[in-house]
């Protein structure tokens, strides 16, 4: 008989490439720094469940570009949908792709939209610190500076969505950040645990691959 598991296994396996220092993708910048350096120092094989939660992810985000195309929705206009975009500063490169751009008709508005998916909605109450992160990025390198992030669920596709405007401060502080990550990976010095010492954060650390080495560096 055919394993259909075995089947989706091999279509979502991707190889992982080991990253190179110097350059970087904004949905990393919210994490934990050492995480982050980890990530880079010593690199892990994907596990195959993880890569079927970024498949549904694509999945869900093709079907919202569906929604915003469609003609039953004419007062929204999709004008760009994985959008790549680059900044280079300071001898390192920062890559990502935008979800989608749309056009708000009625305004005139170009807004940024960032789409998430969610196992349950109910308990989205604010926006995760890495998305902000991550949407702030690509307002500072495309100079669209209204954002939505959109939180879909994957149970019913109901939705929730925050809107975000452009803060030049914090759009400096994640540059600051990013360069502060190059330093300690060329230099190759351990970063902070800030995850483990910041009440905000400390969540992280529980659903973290690097936590055994992190715990043991730290002694």
């Not at 926006?127 to 495309?142: D, F, L, N």
């Amino acid at each position: 008989m055919v394993n259909f598991d075995k089947m989706i296994d091999n279509y979502v396996y991707k190889e992982n490439k080991p990253p190179s220092i110097g350059r970087y993708w904004p949905s990393q910048i919210g994490s934990c720094i050492r995480k982050v350096w980890y990530s880079y120092k010593h690199p892990k094989e994907i596990d195959t469940e993880l890569q079927k939660i970024f498949e549904l992810g694509n999945i869900m985000h093709n079907f919202v570009v569906d929604v915003l195309k469609s003609e039953k929705n004419p007062h929204v206009e999709l004008v760009n949908c994985e959008l790549p975009l680059k900044l280079e500063k300071d001898g390192f490169t920062v890559s990502g792709r935008v979800d989608d751009i749309i056009l708000l008709k009625e305004d005139g508005k170009y807004v940024i939209v960032e789409v998430k998916s969610h196992k349950n909605i109910a308990y989205v109450d604010e926006p995760s610190r890495a998305h902000m992160v991550q949407i702030m990025i690509y307002m500072h390198v495309s100079g669209i500076h209204n954002g939505i992030i959109l939180y879909i669920d994957k149970n019913n596709l109901k939705t929730k969505f925050f809107e975000v405007e452009y803060d030049e401060e914090f759009a400096k502080k994640i540059i600051d950040r990013i360069k502060k990550l190059d330093k300690f990976l060329k230099e190759n010095k351990l970063p902070p645990a800030e995850a483990k010492y910041d009440k905000k954060l400390r969540w992280m650390c529980k659903f973290c691959e690097y936590r055994e080495r992190c715990e043991k560096d730290e002694k």
